[in-house]
C-alpha cells in the first residue's frame, strides 16, 4: 500500500502535541495548514496527552491561543481517560486520589469519589504537589493490596528548563516501599487511552491513526494497538534514534505539514 492508500483510511488523527504540534509555546510551522487540509478532507483530529498534572481546558486555551479553530480543539488527557475508566469499573467506590488540585477538580468533576482516609481503590497522577505526607498515606494503601491505578508511565516531564521527575518516579519509590507496582496505567503506550479514543469519537481503530514524536510512547501505542503509527522528526527523535529502535513506525514524515500532500 503506498503512503496515499494507508492514509485514506483514517478519519481521525491522534495528535501528541508537544514536539508534534508545536514545541513549547512555539507552533511547529505548518501545523495549521496540517488543520486546514484535515478540515477540507472531512476529518477530524483528537489531541492525546499523559501530562496528568493539567486539565484538558489547560490544553485547549494553549491550543486556542496558537490559532487552532475551535472544531479541532479536542484534547484527551491520561487523567480524564483514567478517571472515566474508573467512574465505570468502580461504580460507587470511593478512591485515594494522588493528583494536584486542577487534576483532582478535573477528576471529581468527572465522577471520581475521594475518600483519602478510606479508600475503595488508588489512582495516581502526575501529582505536581507531592509531599511526604501523601506518599506515606499512598504506600499504606498500596501495601494493604487496593487496586492500584496509574494515569500514565513516564518517568520525566520536558519542561523549557530540563526535565522534571514525572508519576514514573513515584511508581519507583510506592515499588520500592511497597514492592507493588500499578495493576494498571492507562495512558501511551497502554491501550486504556486509546480505548477511551475510540469511545468518544465512535470510530474504529482502522479509521485512526497515532502521530507523535516519541517513539517508545506515541509510536508504541500505535503497534500495540495495531493501529497506524506515524513518526514525525519535529520533536525529540532523531534519524538515528529511529534507525536503532525496535520500535518501527507505519510512516515517517519531517513534521505534520509534511502529510499534506498525501491526504
Ligand atoms: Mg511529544
Do not use: W
Not at 510512547?217 to 525529540?236: Q, R
Request: proline share 5%; with cysteine; glycine share 8%.
Amino acid at each position: 500500500m503506498d503512503i496515499r492508500e494507508q492514509l485514506s483510511f483514517v478519519r481521525c488523527f491522534l495528535l501528541d502535541m508537544d514536539g508534534t504540534f508545536y514545541l513549547g509555546n512555539r507552533l511547529i510551522e505548518g501545523s495549521l495548514d496540517f488543520l486546514a487540509k484535515l478540515r477540507e478532507t472531512g476529518r477530524q483530529c483528537l489531541f492525546l496527552t499523559n501530562n496528568s498534572s493539567k486539565s484538558a481546558a489547560f490544553y485547549q486555551e494553549k491550543l486556542e491561543r496558537m490559532g487552532v479553530p475551535k472544531e479541532f480543539r479536542n484534547v484527551l488527557t491520561s487523567g480524564q481517560a483514567a478517571a472515566r475508566y474508573a467512574v465505570s469499573h468502580f461504580p460507587g467506590k470511593k478512591a485515594f486520589l494522588l493528583a494536584n488540585e486542577i487534576e483532582t477538580a478535573e477528576m471529581t468533576a468527572l465522577g471520581v469519589q475521594v475518600d483519602q482516609e478510606h479508600p475503595d481503590y488508588v489512582m495516581i497522577a502526575f501529582d505536581t504537589e507531592l509531599d511526604y505526607r501523601k506518599m506515606t498515606m499512598l504506600c499504606d494503601h498500596v501495601r494493604s493490596g487496593l487496586p492500584y491505578i496509574a494515569t500514565h508511565p513516564d518517568f520525566n516531564c520536558p519542561t523549557e528548563t530540563g526535565f522534571i521527575p514525572d508519576i514514573g518516579a513515584t511508581i519507583a519509590y510506592v515499588k520500592a516501599s511497597t514492592g507493588r507496582e500499578p495493576d494498571l496505567v492507562i495512558g501511551k503506550p497502554n491501550s486504556g487511552i486509546v480505548e477511551e479514543t475510540l469511545r468518544v469519537t465512535g470510530l474504529k481503530k482502522e479509521e485512526m491513526a497515532m502521530v507523535g514524536d516519541r517513539l517508545y510512547t506515541d509510536i508504541a501505542t500505535g503497534v500495540n494497538f495495531g493501529m497506524l503509527s506515524i513518526l514525525v522528526m519535529s520533536g525529540e527523535t532523531t534519524a538515528q534514534m529511529a534507525a536503532e529502535s525496535p520500535i518501527k513506525p507505519g510512516l515517517t514524515f519531517g513534521r505534520l505539514a509534511d502529510m499534506i500532500p498525501y491526504l
